[in-house]
């Protein structure tokens, strides 16, 4: 497969949605994951992330202005153990529930399909990280409808073990801008990872399209201690 360019991916993509970035940075010391969200609409604007405990929560930047909480408001990370879950929407508990009752990745997304948004049908896009005594493997899922239809649901998952250094893979909800939305198609890019984490989170945060960003968040996790570095950045101030 052909590395990309993610600043190249972003930068010529006005709308890719939600999206999520995993992999290993260049010096192969740290797992690395990238969550960033987009909006078209005031309700999906009117957001910035926080920190809740060892993940972040999103949460309304005016309560005055949020309309409908019920897709935009969920906690996109969570942390148990030695895994840390990254995903588009609340099931970020679902995955978080069901492997803390010993349920695998995969099977802890059976529970659940793509958002019922009608005509978007929005895929659900899920990562997580595993870092244990050294060792470090991650996995991406997507469910996503079948063509358009409300009914069908296809699932997708992607697992990648002892990932190469300054390698990672970016999976994002949709294709481009559109209307209706066109959902994310095919296994997830292969991308590049920097080293450092302000240069990576740096480089994201200004690649990605002006108008329609709204937060990013990034995490640098020391593979051998566990240790993590964490970066914030809000549109809203």
């Known amino acids: 497969m052909k590395m990309l360019s993610i600043e190249q991916e972003l930068r010529e993509n006005s709308y890719p949605g939600r999206g999520i970035i995993i992999g290993k940075s260049k010096d ?17 604007r009117n957001r910035i992330f926080v920190e809740e405990g060892e993940g972040i929560r999103t949460q309304a930047y005016d309560e005055s202005k949020l309309t409908d909480p019920s897709l935009i408001i969920y906690a996109p990370v969570r942390v148990l153990g030695n895994k840390t879950i990254v995903t588009n ?65 296809n699932r997708y998952t992607f697992a990648y073990e002892n990932p190469m250094a ?35 989170t740096d480089l994201l945060w200004n690649s990605l399209n002006e108008e329609n960003k709204v937060s990013l968040f990034v995490r640098y996790i020391d593979i051998e201690t566990g240790k993590y570095e964490t970066k914030i950045i809000n549109k809203n101030k």
Do not use: W
């Open 28 to 44: 192969g010391k740290k797992a690395v994951a990238a969550y960033f969200i987009m909006g078209r609409s005031v309700n999906s």
């Open 89 to 153: 929407g609340d099931q970020t508990d679902t995955i978080y529930e069901g492997m803390d009752k010993q349920m695998t990745f995969e099977q802890t997304l059976r529970s659940r399909e793509f958002e019922p948004d009608a005509p978007n049908f929005t895929p659900r896009i899920s990562g997580i990280l595993h870092v244990e005594n050294g060792t470090y493997n991650y996995a991406m899922s997507i469910l996503k409808s079948n063509n358009g239809s409300s009914e069908s649901c």
């Open 166 to 200: 300054g390698e990672g893979h970016f999976i994002h909800t949709y294709q481009c801008d559109g209307d209706p939305l066109p959902s994310f198609e095919g296994e997830p890019k292969l991308v590049s990872i920097e080293e450092d984490i302000e240069v990576f």
